[in-house]
């Protein structure tokens, strides 16, 4: 029988191993179900033995008792903003003035994304997490402290050598896009609040009053300041960040220090390129003068520090007309209004498309044609409308026309249903719309599932109109005279295309199940089944029963799946593709078997002889596992040309780092 106290330690291990796997990996080490059977357990443990409570123990990061109001804090220090520059020349002058001011010739600066979230303070007294600040007015803020505390990456009590036994640490609290859409799904799909933005989404969430609630929200802390501090620090800021993140605070892994202002261009424009590829929104980004000493010499105007400078990135929200609403039909037949807009800059590039989502969407917002709105772009996804401007004096007129929704599929003219529960209208015409063919054969051949590369959209508009396909089947029935009569398609793309399409009739079982697209199969499912039941045939004489038993796969994606299998057109289709010669190998093993078993890999920047993609399936064809992000975790770490921060965190973590000729070693010692 272990002691209380060995059982207490061992609880409070699992549970911040648990929520760290959580946090830092995409999917959870257990069900909800079992970390919280734990935290009852240690819960129970730490009310019987009080002493025994570890000062960083997961029990006080999910609040109890709801706060009544929230107490003003006065910060000891002012919280002041940051001065924009809104282009290249706003920076130059920047910079001038700080070599004016210091005398020197050069300066170096630390450049940090700004991240677009809430401000906050938290003080750490002992090395323990004492309070929690908003910026409020800058002079003084609401007490958010038992919020704060259930922010998994925010540490209750630091580790490390050196802790100054007064340390405020500044930042920004965020929730990443992801975490963000995943939110507003459920929002919306229960009636709740959704919210605009993530930023929204972060203030929204530490506004609560029961940090139960502010618990269940993904937010996320990064330091970017020291405020009030009593012990010593480094001379610098990216020294005193580089000694919070070895106390246990999280710091951007973006932050980088150079020396010269053209340095700072060039790192402005390198993360502005991989601004959409970001898991979570920035705004711009800070240059901030480096050397503390300088700092001081610099000192503040009224808000800001003379000594920081914030270049902004185009906005991501912007306003402008709704001209109309068009109505697409989608692969599985959904009806999208996709609102038609007066073209507006957004986040870089001009945009005059943003779905609308729904019907639903649409009552919601309580839009009409003639509005003004909101159009989000962020991220590699679809631009949305997010709001409507209700006040806006210089678009003061309301048209006000209704959007009305069709009763008829507008691709094909068949009718139109909702079925219950469900979101979406949707064409009840099948492949025999064609609108709904198209996309049918756009999910077919594309890159995750059948990878046919050449077949872009405009193709196979004009395969669909010209008849030459009537299913994916067809595909594989072209030939050099009937693509070759197609306009703009010489000898040579006809050639390529052709041969592409013959290339693709090697693929594997889960892309074969991603590709036939099924409702709400997407391509983990396709991969849990595939590697559930290891054939075709299984899948499709699977009673929902035992397609339940596959990970993720529940009531609603089982009937997906057995209407599909009943459905006479598919078994067809699946009879041609298969007489067309579409094969795979045999599913081998699943994960947790094989030479690779037991390792977590993370394949990162650009590979030569195979795709990312190609790389990941094959090594977990070996038994291995692979995850998009390093952590702890991680066994090993595949780094291309081009691999940034991944690598880096590979190498603070001391990972074993390959380059893409040892992997192919590895495949091929194994397979
Ligand atoms: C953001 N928002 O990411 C500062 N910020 O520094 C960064 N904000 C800041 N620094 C001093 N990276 C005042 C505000």
């Known amino acids: 029988m272990p002691s209380p106290a060995e059982e207490v330690a061992e609880l409070t291990a699992r549970l911040k191993r648990w929520g760290a796997a959580y946090f830092e990996i995409d999917s959870p080490l257990v069900p909800d179900a079992d970390y919280d059977a734990a935290m009852v357990q240690l819960r129970a443990l730490e009310a ?7 000062p960083d123990s997961p029990t006080q990061r999910v609040g109890g008792a709801p706060l009544s109001a929230f107490e003003t804090i006065a910060h000891r220090m002012p919280m002041l903003s940051l001065d924009n520059a809104f282009s290249e020349a706003d920076l130059i002058e920047f910079h001038r003035r700080v070599i004016e001011r210091l005398s020197v010739s050069e300066i170096t600066y630390c450049c940090e994304p700004k991240l677009d979230g809430v401000a906050v303070s938290i003080v750490y007294e002992g090395g323990r997490l004492i309070q929690a600040a908003t910026r409020g007015d800058g002079v003084s803020g609401e007490d958010i402290t038992a919020n704060v505390k259930t922010i998994r990456n925010v540490p209750l009590a630091l580790s490390g050598d050196d802790i100054p036994p007064y340390l405020e640490v500044r930042g920004e609290i965020i929730i990443p896009r992801s975490g963000f859409e995943q939110m507003n799904a459920r929002a919306r799909s229960s009636g709740q609040k959704v919210f605009v933005n993530p930023r929204n989404a972060a203030a929204g969430s530490l506004r609560q009053l029961d940090s139960g609630v502010t618990a269940k929200r993904p937010l996320a802390f990064t330091a970017y300041a020291v405020g009030v501090v009593e012990g010593s620090l480094p001379a610098s800021h990216d020294g005193t960040l580089r000694c919070l993140a070895q106390w246990g605070i999280p710091i951007s892994e973006h932050m980088q220090t150079v020396t010269g202002i053209e340095a700072c261009e060039v790192y402005y424009e390198e993360l502005a390129a991989q601004r959409d590829g970001l898991p979570f929104d920035i705004d711009g980004i800070v240059f901030k003068v480096n050397s503390f000493e300088q700092q001081d010499r610099l000192g503040f105007i009224s808000r800001a520090p003379r000594w920081a400078i914030a270049r902004k990135f185009p906005a991501q929200e912007v306003s402008t007309q709704l001209l109309g609403v068009d109505f697409q039909v989608g692969r599985t037949g959904a009806i999208t209004p996709v609102a038609r807009l007066e073209p507006v800059f957004v986040a870089g590039v001009t945009v005059s498309n943003a779905t609308l989502h729904n019907i639903d969407e649409i009552e919601r917002l309580g839009v009409v044609i003639g509005d003004v709105v909101v159009v989000r772009r962020a991220g590699d996804v679809i631009p949305q409308i997010v709001s409507v401007v209700r006040d806006d004096t210089e678009h003061a007129v309301r048209v006000g026309a209704p959007i009305v929704f069709p009763s008829q599929c507008p691709a094909c003219g068949a009718a139109v249903e909702r079925e219950a529960g469900e979101a979406a209208i949707r064409c009840v015409g099948g492949v025999g719309c064609q609108a709904q063919l198209k996309g049918v054969v756009r999910h077919f051949a594309s890159r995750k599932a059948m990878n046919i590369e050449g077949l872009g959209g405009k193709l196979i508009d004009q395969l669909v109109d010209e008849g030459l396909l009537q299913s994916v089947a067809d595909l594989f029935r072209l030939t050099k005279e009937s693509v070759g009569a197609l306009d703009r398609m010489g000898d040579k793309s006809t050639e390529n295309l052709l041969s592409s399409i ?16 099924i409702r ?9 089944l595939s590697e559930h039941f290891m054939s075709l045939d299984a899948i499709l004489a699977a009673p929902v029963e035992a397609l339940e038993d596959v990970d993720d796969v529940g009531p609603v994606v089982a009937q997906h799946i057995r209407a599909f299998a009943f459905d006479e057109r598919n ?3 699946l009879n041609e593709l298969h007489a067309a010669g579409i094969s795979w190998p045999d599913v081998k093993l699943d994960a947790g078997d094989g030479p690779l078993a037991g390792t977590i890999w993370v394949v990162t920047g650009k590979l030569v002889a195979m795709s990312r993609e ?6 977990r064809a070996l038994g291995a596992k692979t995850a998009s ?11 291309g040309p081009g691999a940034g921060s991944k690598r880096k965190r590979a190498e603070s973590l001391a990972i074993p780092i390959i380059d893409e000729t040892a992997l192919i070693d590895v495949l091929e010692a194994h397979e």
């Open 48 to 54: 019987d033995y009080p002493d025994l409570q570890l």
């Open 502 to 517: 013959a290339a693709a009739r090697q693929t594997t079982l889960s892309k074969f199940i991603y590709a036939l697209g």
């Open 520 to 528: 709400e199969v997407g391509e983990a499912t396709a991969r849990s």
């Open 571 to 573: 078994r067809a289709i």
């Open 614 to 619: 190609e790389a990941e399936s094959r090594l």
């Open 629 to 639: 992000s390093v952590s702890t975790k991680t066994t090993s770490v595949v780094a």
